[in-house]
């Protein structure tokens, strides 16, 4: 028996069978079942065909009370035991089995004595206790108007442990206390019939056939929650394998895992997107013991946070994709996406995004980790991650902007790295005021000028690179939502950043909307604007900034926004997700059918492309002849290899800066102060500085420190200066009001400040 249970659960996929004719369903939820209130434990083989259960209540199901969606009312109870007697006819044309279950708030399920499901409780093989309450809550989906979740029966077990004849199917459901408002179990089973013989009940009217699923060009992404629920909150822990063959090679169901073998945990994430029947997934990798494990998925750099995304109601299945490529395109960090096929407890989900989850990381966003012990000094003023978005899941920790949205509502700016909690008071009063700053200076009069203006506080570039990316997918969720900034240490620039580019899946035209389906109209001050913070409207009002709009615009319009490249891009993704976005419409068939907020609806998926395409055709074009400012001379830095290079000049001013390298030597009698090292003895030293634009001065000292001769010799008169240097070892310095040290040939050093 332990030997099946392990075959249950261990298997990487459970196939269905291609020979299936049709489905039929043999037990209902209204049909007349045996049961017990859980108010003792039950004999130990009522889980058996064999159990005489004639001392059980007998009723019609769904048995339970609380939802008014019960035909058998019992009383408030942490568990119920549920058995059905059914028949199969001939188990040879059995192909395959499905358990649905409608359940509040968990339930194991047994077909003659051996465990076919579970939910909610417990691990795989225990039996729960009658009072044992579930591991977390569910609520029932039919009498929302929702379906039972389905389990998909491994048809491996299907020739030994279904009997031809009489067959018992026990299921013990569990509320999650006994003073629950409510329970329920509803339970169907069906079977996919080999045959054209009909021995059964026609299926309800809800169920859908499972897709045979075998193969992909996609990588595939495979999860066993071992009879766990995923839920918004707490993540659970489950198993987690990746497909992956290479690019150009087929991926099969019935592969080892080749790219990922391993411990995850796992959660829902998002907002709106949760309400949809695709969920979007948060998870983490880990080790054995739990801890985080680093770890390369798909060819993306090592992390262990990492996104699972659900693209529902853009039937294109493209819009964050292209958005985030061209993100990369224009020379930001973007999300990397990878295109997969998911499937969790052998339930086929669909065509994901496996994309890497917004954080600070050397591979992510870039930018000083911010430690407890940072309260002070330079390392108090970086890095931080902050947002404008929802509240979903950051529980109200935030804080109140002095400068109301463009419609003159309350603005709140949020933390995200580090987590609220893990903040101190100096640096949420650092990144706060630093915020304020920014704002006044913005808003006030001499918001142009260089020197007191915003562009003190700001990475102007990346202003731009956002305006412009929320302009030509016309996103209603751009600049009030999703709208992710960074600031670094002030030795590393320490300019506010926007980016990374976040959640476009209601924009190119996919929202009915805030005139978001029209190609028309900005966003930043029309549609969704009067959410948005004043920034981007007030930075309009600078003709340098509109100017420098007009140049990148023009600039990417020639390169990754001509639309021969955008279409090329669209024509091609739509090649390689041919074969899967088949399945992924036959698994969630809303092609032709409204969905929120579509503001078109295409009956093909080909209809749903050329959409897309028609509209950023028409957008492009109206972007072109509507856009302001001039594109002449912008003065800054060409070269690409300074440091300071600016990417939207056009003209070189002379401020390039470079990295610069330095070595010298230096004998001294004394310990001397060297860019914060104290030297005491001889060796080589390295230390690196960072000038304005953040620039690298990287200066190497060969220190030799030799008191006795330098003591011995002191009063030599005969002594030759032969090197005057500063404190970073350079000979090249204004010489007045500066620490020197003066180098004689037998080994002394002197120090002096020359004050005129």
């Given at each position: 028996?332990?030997?099946?249970?392990?075959?249950?659960?261990?298997?990487?996929?459970?196939?269905?069978?291609?020979?299936?004719?049709?489905?039929?369903?043999?037990?209902?939820?209204?049909?007349?079942?045996?049961?017990?209130?859980?108010?003792?434990?039950?004999?130990?083989?009522?889980?058996?065909?064999?159990?005489?259960?004639?001392?059980?209540?007998?009723?019609?199901?769904?048995?339970?009370?609380?939802?008014?969606?019960?035909?058998?009312?019992?009383?408030?109870?942490?568990?119920?035991?549920?058995?059905?007697?059914?028949?199969?006819?001939?188990?040879?044309?059995?192909?395959?089995?499905?358990?649905?279950?409608?359940?509040?708030?968990?339930?194991?399920?047994?077909?003659?004595?051996?465990?076919?499901?579970?939910?909610?409780?417990?691990?795989?093989?225990?039996?729960?206790?009658?009072?044992?309450?579930?591991?977390?809550?569910?609520?029932?989906?039919?009498?929302?108007?929702?379906?039972?979740?389905?389990?998909?029966?491994?048809?491996?077990?299907?020739?030994?442990?279904?009997?031809?004849?009489?067959?018992?199917?026990?299921?013990?459901?569990?509320?999650?206390?006994?003073?629950?408002?409510?329970?329920?179990?509803?339970?169907?089973?069906?079977?996919?019939?080999?045959?054209?013989?009909?021995?059964?009940?026609?299926?309800?009217?809800?169920?859908?056939?499972?897709?045979?699923?075998?193969?992909?060009?996609?990588?595939?992404?495979?999860?066993?929650?071992?009879?766990?629920?995923?839920?918004?909150?707490?993540?659970?822990?489950?198993?987690?394998?990746?497909?992956?063959?290479?690019?150009?090679?087929?991926?099969?169901?019935?592969?080892?895992?080749?790219?990922?073998?391993?411990?995850?945990?796992?959660?829902?994430?998002?907002?709106?997107?949760?309400?949809?029947?695709?969920?979007?997934?948060?998870?983490?990798?880990?080790?054995?013991?739990?801890?985080?494990?680093?770890?390369?998925?798909?060819?993306?750099?090592?992390?262990?946070?990492?996104?699972?995304?659900?693209?529902?109601?853009?039937?294109?299945?493209?819009?964050?994709?292209?958005?985030?490529?061209?993100?990369?395109?224009?020379?930001?960090?973007?999300?990397?996406?990878?295109?997969?096929?998911?499937?969790?407890?052998?339930?086929?989900?669909?065509?994901?995004?496996?994309?890497?989850?917004?954080?600070?990381?050397?591979?992510?966003?870039?930018?000083?980790?911010?430690?407890?012990?940072?309260?002070?000094?330079?390392?108090?003023?970086?890095?931080?991650?902050?947002?404008?978005?929802?509240?979903?899941?950051?529980?109200?920790?935030?804080?109140?902007?002095?400068?109301?949205?463009?419609?003159?509502?309350?603005?709140?700016?949020?933390?995200?790295?580090?987590?609220?909690?893990?903040?101190?008071?100096?640096?949420?009063?650092?990144?706060?005021?630093?915020?304020?700053?920014?704002?006044?200076?913005?808003?006030?009069?001499?918001?142009?000028?260089?020197?007191?203006?915003?562009?003190?506080?700001?990475?102007?570039?990346?202003?731009?690179?956002?305006?412009?990316?929320?302009?030509?997918?016309?996103?209603?969720?751009?600049?009030?939502?999703?709208?992710?900034?960074?600031?670094?240490?002030?030795?590393?620039?320490?300019?506010?950043?926007?980016?990374?580019?976040?959640?476009?899946?209601?924009?190119?035209?996919?929202?009915?909307?805030?005139?978001?389906?029209?190609?028309?109209?900005?966003?930043?001050?029309?549609?969704?604007?009067?959410?948005?913070?004043?920034?981007?409207?007030?930075?309009?009002?600078?003709?340098?900034?509109?100017?420098?709009?007009?140049?990148?615009?023009?600039?990417?319009?020639?390169?990754?926004?001509?639309?021969?490249?955008?279409?090329?891009?669209?024509?091609?993704?739509?090649?390689?997700?041919?074969?899967?976005?088949?399945?992924?419409?036959?698994?969630?068939?809303?092609?032709?059918?409204?969905?929120?907020?579509?503001?078109?609806?295409?009956?093909?998926?080909?209809?749903?492309?050329?959409?897309?395409?028609?509209?950023?055709g028409g957008r492009l074009i109206w972007i072109d002849n509507n856009i302001g400012g001039n594109c002449y001379e912008i003065l800054g830095c060409t070269d690409p290899l300074a440091c300071n290079y600016d990417p939207l000049a056009n003209t070189n001013d002379g401020s390039c800066n470079y990295n610069s390298f330095s070595y010298d030597t230096l004998v001294s009698n004394i310990s001397i102060n060297w860019n914060g090292l104290i030297l005491t003895t001889s060796g080589d030293y390295s230390a690196t500085l960072y000038n304005s634009v953040g620039c690298d001065s990287i200066a190497n000292l060969n220190f030799i420190f030799n008191p006795v001769s330098a003591i011995n010799d002191f009063n030599n008169d005969q002594k030759t200066l032969i090197k005057v240097v500063d404190v970073l070892g350079r000979d090249n310095f204004p010489y007045k009001k500066t620490t020197l040290f003066y180098i004689y040939d037998d080994g002394t050093v002197e120090k002096k400040i020359i004050i005129e």
């Amino acid at each position: 028996m332990k030997k099946l249970i392990l075959l249950l659960v261990c298997l990487p996929f459970l196939t269905i069978s291609q020979n299936i004719d049709h489905w039929e369903t043999v037990v209902f939820d209204n049909d007349i079942w045996r049961y017990l209130e859980g108010t003792f434990e039950p004999d130990t083989n009522w889980r058996k065909l064999a159990f005489n259960d004639a001392s059980w209540s007998q009723a019609q199901g769904g048995v339970g009370y609380g939802d008014g969606d019960d035909n058998t009312i019992i009383n408030s109870v942490t568990s119920l035991y549920l058995r059905k007697n059914f028949t199969i006819i001939d188990t040879s044309e059995i192909a395959a089995v499905i358990l649905h279950v409608d359940y509040d708030d968990a339930f194991v399920a047994y077909l003659n004595n051996v465990e076919i499901a579970r939910a909610n409780i417990g691990s795989v093989g225990d039996h729960p206790l009658y009072n044992q309450g579930s591991s977390s809550l569910h609520e029932a989906q039919m009498y929302q108007g929702g379906n039972p979740d389905q389990f998909v029966i491994n048809t491996q077990l299907l020739n030994s442990v279904l009997n031809q004849g009489n067959n018992i199917l026990s299921v013990q459901v569990h509320n999650d206390n006994m003073s629950s408002s409510d329970l329920t179990g509803r339970i169907f089973l069906s079977l996919g019939i080999s045959t054209t013989t009909t021995n059964y009940s026609p299926t309800p009217t809800w169920f859908q056939p499972p897709l045979i699923f075998t193969t992909s060009n996609l990588p595939i992404v495979v999860i066993n929650t071992n009879g766990q629920t995923i839920v918004d909150d707490p993540r659970i822990v489950c198993d987690m394998g990746i497909i992956d063959n290479g690019f150009g090679n087929i991926n099969s169901v019935n592969d080892a895992f080749n790219d990922y073998n391993g411990k995850i945990s796992i959660e829902y994430r998002g907002s709106s997107s949760q309400s949809f029947p695709k969920k979007p997934y948060a998870l983490e990798t880990q080790d054995s013991v739990g801890n985080n494990n680093n770890v390369s998925l798909l060819g993306m750099p090592v992390e262990n946070d990492w996104i699972l995304y659900a693209p529902y109601t853009d039937k294109s299945l493209m819009r964050n994709f292209l958005t985030f490529d061209l993100g990369r395109k224009m020379g930001n960090y973007s999300p990397r996406t990878v295109y997969c096929e998911l499937i969790i407890n052998g339930d086929y989900k669909g065509i994901y995004i496996l994309m890497e989850k917004i954080k600070r990381d050397n591979d992510r966003v870039d930018i000083a980790k911010l430690d407890s012990n940072d309260v002070a000094g330079d390392s108090l003023t970086g890095g931080y991650i902050i947002k404008v978005d929802k509240y979903t899941g950051n529980g109200g920790l935030d804080w109140l902007s002095d400068f109301p949205n463009i419609g003159g509502n309350n603005l709140y700016i949020q933390y995200h790295y580090p987590q609220a909690s893990a903040l101190q008071p100096q640096q949420m009063d650092y990144i706060e005021h630093f915020m304020d700053s920014f704002e006044y200076a913005l808003a006030g009069p001499n918001f142009t000028d260089s020197l007191i203006g915003y562009s003190k506080y700001i990475d102007v570039n990346s202003f731009v690179d956002l305006y412009i990316i929320n302009e030509l997918s016309k996103n209603i969720d751009g600049y009030r939502l999703s709208t992710y900034m960074y600031k670094d240490r002030d030795d590393n620039g320490g300019k506010l950043t926007m980016g990374p580019f976040w959640d476009y899946n209601l924009a190119f035209g996919n929202a009915d909307y805030c005139d978001g389906g029209i190609t028309t109209g900005w966003e930043v001050n029309g549609g969704c604007g009067d959410n948005n913070p004043f920034w981007f409207e007030r930075l309009l009002d600078d003709t340098t900034y509109q100017n420098k709009l007009k140049c990148r615009w023009e600039y990417l319009r020639e390169r990754s926004f001509h639309q021969d490249s955008i279409f090329t891009f669209i024509d091609s993704m739509s090649f390689y997700l041919d074969d899967a976005q088949q399945r992924n419409f036959q698994k969630w068939p809303i092609l032709g059918n409204y969905v929120w907020p579509n503001f078109y609806v295409g009956n093909t998926y080909q209809d749903e492309l050329q959409f897309f395409k028609t509209w950023i055709g028409g957008r492009l074009i109206w972007i072109d002849n509507n856009i302001g400012g001039n594109c002449y001379e912008i003065l800054g830095c060409t070269d690409p290899l300074a440091c300071n290079y600016d990417p939207l000049a056009n003209t070189n001013d002379g401020s390039c800066n470079y990295n610069s390298f330095s070595y010298d030597t230096l004998v001294s009698n004394i310990s001397i102060n060297w860019n914060g090292l104290i030297l005491t003895t001889s060796g080589d030293y390295s230390a690196t500085l960072y000038n304005s634009v953040g620039c690298d001065s990287i200066a190497n000292l060969n220190f030799i420190f030799n008191p006795v001769s330098a003591i011995n010799d002191f009063n030599n008169d005969q002594k030759t200066l032969i090197k005057v240097v500063d404190v970073l070892g350079r000979d090249n310095f204004p010489y007045k009001k500066t620490t020197l040290f003066y180098i004689y040939d037998d080994g002394t050093v002197e120090k002096k400040i020359i004050i005129e």
